[in-house]
């Protein structure tokens, strides 16, 4: 079993940065790639950024240029650096861990609200 807990959601203002982290623990050895997803308010959660544990990165093309994903798998911990905020980026952002070859996001951290004023 894995366990996510993230932090560092907040009340920012448009244009504004926030850095989201979520610790990994537990069976952090069977972790492959590691995401984050958001969910707004009536809509479904997607997929924003995801990292392979070799360090090679995705991101939702809403996001590109202004998020970066990074992994520190010392620490079993990966970051989302969120810039240049919008209105539209409000939503609970949550973490996600993968199994290698099970297709799947395996495990879930609690998420943490980011919500953006104009």
């Known amino acids: 079993q894995v366990q996510l807990v993230e932090s560092g959601g907040g009340l920012v203002q448009a244009g504004g940065s926030l850095r989201l982290s979520c610790a990994a623990s537990g069976s952090v050895f069977s972790i492959g790639v590691m995401g984050w997803h958001r969910q707004a308010p009536g809509k479904q959660r997607e997929l924003v950024a995801a990292?392979?544990?070799?360090?090679?990165?995705n991101y939702a093309d809403s996001v590109k240029g202004r998020f970066t994903i990074s992994r520190d798998n010392a620490k079993n911990t990966v970051y989302l650096q969120v810039n240049s905020l919008k209105p539209e980026d409000t939503a609970v952002y949550y973490c996600?861990?993968?199994?290698?070859?099970?297709?799947?996001?395996?495990?879930w951290g609690q998420g943490t609200q980011v919500t953006v004023s104009s």
């Open positions: 996600s861990a993968n199994i290698p070859s099970s297709g799947a996001w395996n495990y």
């Open positions: 990292i392979t544990s070799g360090g090679s990165t």
